[in-house]
């Protein structure tokens, strides 16, 4: 079965612009998590979509934002890109319909600002 | 708030050696605890979990025990292989909190032949 998919792998691009990110879960799965990963921060938790409804969301400002699609997929999408914002942003999914169900990581998409 | 603190890496060893990464946790309620193991360039991969107190958590030779009185969690393995070297992270997600997870910081383990 194949794992969770995420688009594009690499992304490179300057401050002030703005960013979609693509996350495709494992069939089946209805919940799909987002997550930023850098080097000062660690793994800090963005949002988390369930039957394309936002169920819970981090402390990250409102430039931040995600959706969810009938079929599951979820982008993201980050506004007026910030030098910090150089991260890289992994996809979870997971079955979804109870809670702390294993989840199923990507293997990211690593953003770079220039 | 809730939190997870692991000991600091890098943590060094030979092959065949015994592993312990220690991992405490704060958190209201009862936690489901995980870990996960991170390759160079990839995801995070699941490892073991235990959703409650005393629980034991396995998976390739690894395990850890949920262990309430002192909330804790330590990774262990008897005998690490130089394929185990990875960054590995202690979760939790606490309940109503859907799939949040909280992680620590993450301990890089190398383990040389």
């Known amino acids: 079965k194949a794992g969770v998919t995420q688009t594009p792998r690499y992304l490179i691009k300057t401050r002030g612009q703005q960013v979609t990110l693509s996350c495709s879960p494992i069939s089946g799965h209805r919940s799909v998590s987002w997550y930023q990963q850098t080097p000062g921060q660690g793994l800090q938790f963005l949002f988390e979509?369930?039957?394309?409804?936002?169920?819970n969301k981090g402390n990250f400002p409102g430039r931040f934002s995600g959706r969810q699609f009938s079929n599951s997929r979820s982008e993201m999408n980050v506004s007026t890109l910030e030098l910090g914002d150089s991260a890289l942003y992994l996809c979870a999914s997971s079955l979804g319909e109870i809670e702390n169900q294993p989840q199923h990581f990507g293997d990211g998409t690593r953003l770079s600002i220039l | 708030g809730d939190s997870v603190t692991q000991m600091e890496g890098p943590v060094t060893l030979s092959e065949e050696a015994f592993l312990t990464i220690n991992c405490t946790y704060t958190a209201t309620g009862y936690p489901s605890l995980f870990w996960y193991v991170q390759y160079p360039g990839e995801g995070l991969q699941l490892l073991l979990k235990?959703?409650?107190?005393?629980d034991k958590g396995s998976n390739k030779g690894f395990e850890a025990t949920y262990r309430k009185e002192t909330t804790s969690f330590h990774l262990e393995k008897g005998s690490v292989q130089v394929s185990d070297s990875a960054v590995y992270f202690c979760a939790l997600s606490a309940y109503g909190g859907y799939n949040k997870l909280i992680f620590g910081a993450g301990t890089r383990l190398a383990v040389h032949p």
């Open positions: 979509y369930f039957s394309e409804t936002q169920r």
């Open positions: 235990a959703t409650k107190a005393d």
